[in-house]
């Protein structure tokens, strides 16, 4: 069995430790601050499989959340997945199209969307505003789920730990250790670790960690304001994942609220500027405020869509940076010009982590190249556009 470091506690290399650790590999995990200190406590985190092309990506996503499940199965209960329906509508008749024309692709994949009168949203969020939707249809995907991030990758490094994993926490990698060509460890904090493989797992910081072997990822960094409200009174409580041209709002332990806004995130500085806390090891957001007439513009635009919303606060923001890879689709495996660096780095993180993590895993352990990661390896040529659709609704091309 190889000796593995995984570099980063995020949800990806936590995923990936637990899978090497349950099949009995030497695992140590090096994380610059905690676990999940990244982008996985600063973020949406729905399952996102239905904004997902081409084909094959989209099939890759849907895999993983049924392992979602699967895992769940393994760990004792999948407590950080919360299924509910997410409705979506636009507001132009472009915005509407695309949301159409998604649903009508979906439904040949054999993914469940209907179209819904938009009279049916007291049904389906009691609570919000119905002035606040101007569309002749909503579409509504019944088997969404929102994942509890930071616990999810809790439980996959308790599970990694209990199968023999070393975690070891403030630590961070300044520097990789070679023998030929070939990485065969890392330094971190004047310490050496040294392993057969070393997985690039460091989230939106993957591109330095490739940097320090001598290599490149086509990686953006693309910062996000996460909110969070103040708890609900039972009753009011949000049960569904709305999905609105201005707003996205999902539910939150606690009866909380969290929202992302793509029009808000397209006025913060770009490249991650800004959002270098990881450098010290802390959370994003933790200690650089973003600006305080974002902060209240994200809540204002949450109030107008869920009117419960109007009497709560808004309890925290962060500032979150997603791994972007240049065309959207992950980076797995390991490039050519650093040898015995494996790079674990994707958008989506949360909805991908299980099939990311036991597919990387799968080749550490037997060297054998799995067929359904082909189309992601990190020394591909990237394709000239993103293929990646929720990357292109992020960007604003899409609804
Ligand atoms: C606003 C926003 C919304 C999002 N919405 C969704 C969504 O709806 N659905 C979805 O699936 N995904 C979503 N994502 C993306 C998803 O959250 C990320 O893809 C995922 O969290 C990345 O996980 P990771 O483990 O790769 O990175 P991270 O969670 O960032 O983990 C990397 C870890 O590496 C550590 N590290 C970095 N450098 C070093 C070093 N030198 N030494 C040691 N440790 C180091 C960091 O401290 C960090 O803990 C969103 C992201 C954002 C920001």
């Known amino acids: 069995m190889p000796r593995v470091l995984v570099l980063g506690a995020g949800v990806l290399g936590a995923s990936v430790a637990q899978q090497l650790a349950a099949a009995g590999a030497d695992v140590t995990v090096i994380e610059a601050g905690g676990p999940a200190a990244g982008t996985s406590s600063a973020t949406f985190s729905i399952d996102v499989t239905h904004l997902k092309t081409p084909y094959a990506y989209y099939e890759l996503n849907r895999r993983s959340a049924e392992l979602h499940l699967e895992l769940g199965a393994e760990l004792g209960g999948a407590d950080w997945r919360h299924p509910v329906p997410l409705v979506q509508w636009g507001h132009t ?11 009508e692709r979906l439904r040949g994949w054999g993914h469940a969307c209907a179209s819904a009168d938009p009279a049916e949203l007291v049904r389906l969020a009691p609570g919000a505003d119905p002035d606040a939707c101007r569309a002749d249809e909503l579409v509504v995907h019944e088997h969404a ?29 300044t520097g990789v250790l070679r023998s030929g060509d070939r990485v065969t460890g890392v330094r971190a904090e004047g310490r050496r670790f040294e392993a057969d493989w070393v997985v690039n797992c460091a989230g939106p910081d993957a591109g330095r960690i490739a940097q320090l ?34 707003v996205d709002l999902r539910p939150a332990p606690d009866g909380r609220v969290v929202s992302i806004s793509w029009p808000v995130d397209a006025l913060l500085p770009t490249d991650g500027a800004g959002t270098e806390d990881t450098d010290q090891g802390g959370a994003p957001g933790e200690r650089r405020r973003p600006d305080p007439a974002l902060e209240r513009e994200l809540h204002r635009l949450g109030r107008a869509v ?59 352990i037997t060297s054998r190249p799995a067929p359904e990661l082909a189309a992601y390896r990190p020394d591909r040529t990237p394709a000239s556009g993103v293929l990646d659709e929720s990357v292109q609704v992020m960007s604003g091309a899409g609804a």
């Open 93 to 103: 008749e472009q915005e509407q199209q695309i949301i159409r024309d998604r649903a």
């Open 213 to 246: 072997a001598g290599g490149a990822l086509p990686l953006n960094r693309v910062p996000g304001l996460v909110g969070e409200s103040t708890r609900l009174p039972e009753g009011q409580r949000l049960g569904a994942i709305l999905a609105t041209p201005g």
């Open 306 to 364: 869920y009117a419960p919303l109007r009497t709560a606060e808004m309890a925290g923001v962060r500032l979150g940076v997603r791994p972007v890879p240049a065309d959207g689709l992950p980076l797995v495996g390991c490039a050519e010009a650093t040898p015995g660096l494996y790079t674990l780095v994707t958008h989506s993180g949360v909805t991908l982590a299980p099939v990311l993590g036991r597919l990387a895993a799968r080749e550490l």
């Open 145 to 173: 789920s929102w994942y509890d991030a930071p616990l999810f990758t809790r439980r996959l490094l308790d599970r990694a730990a209990m199968d023999g994993a070393d975690i070891r926490y403030g630590l961070r990698v």
